[in-house]
Nanobody
Framework: VQLQAFGGGLVQAGGSLRLSCAAS????????MGWFRQAPGKEREFVTA????????YYAGTTKGRFIISRDNARNTVYLQMNSLKPEDTAVYYC????????????????WGQGTEVTVSS
């Protein structure tokens, strides 16, 4: 499975941004899709994930209520709508695909995109 994330950029605090991740190869609907982020000098952390059929979503406490994950299996694409952005949301955002059972665990993800950078200015 190849993943390509895009949509990052520079946004002011309080603004919104939508990331997309297009997948190719494999059967997209069988994978849990997740978004992770890595800020400079910090470890990669879980942001959100969505089940293969889209019926279940999972959020980190820091993003719940502000970020929304969705997927379109017909387009092999997963989205991350980010609202009320804060400077601490600044990071490189990665999409990933998992055939495992624990959607919040980095180690469960088999495939990773190249990352797209999000910068939130104060």
């Amino acid at each position: 499975v190849q993943l390509q994330a895009f949509g990052g950029g520079l946004v002011q605090a309080g603004g919104s941004l939508r990331l997309s991740c297009a997948a190719s190869g494999g059967t997209f609907s069988t994978y849990i899709m997740g978004w992770f982020r890595q800020a400079p000098g910090k470890e990669r952390e879980f942001v959100t994930a969505i089940s293969g059929g889209g019926g279940r979503t999972y959020y980190a406490g820091t993003t719940k209520g502000r970020f929304i994950i969705s997927r379109d299996n017909a387009r092999n694409t997963v989205y991350l709508q980010m609202n009320s952005l804060k400077p601490e949301d600044t990071a490189v955002y990665y999409c990933a695909a998992s055939s495992g059972a624990v959607p919040t665990a980095t180690a469960m993800y088999n495939y990773w995109g190249q990352g797209t950078e999000v910068t939130v200015s104060s």
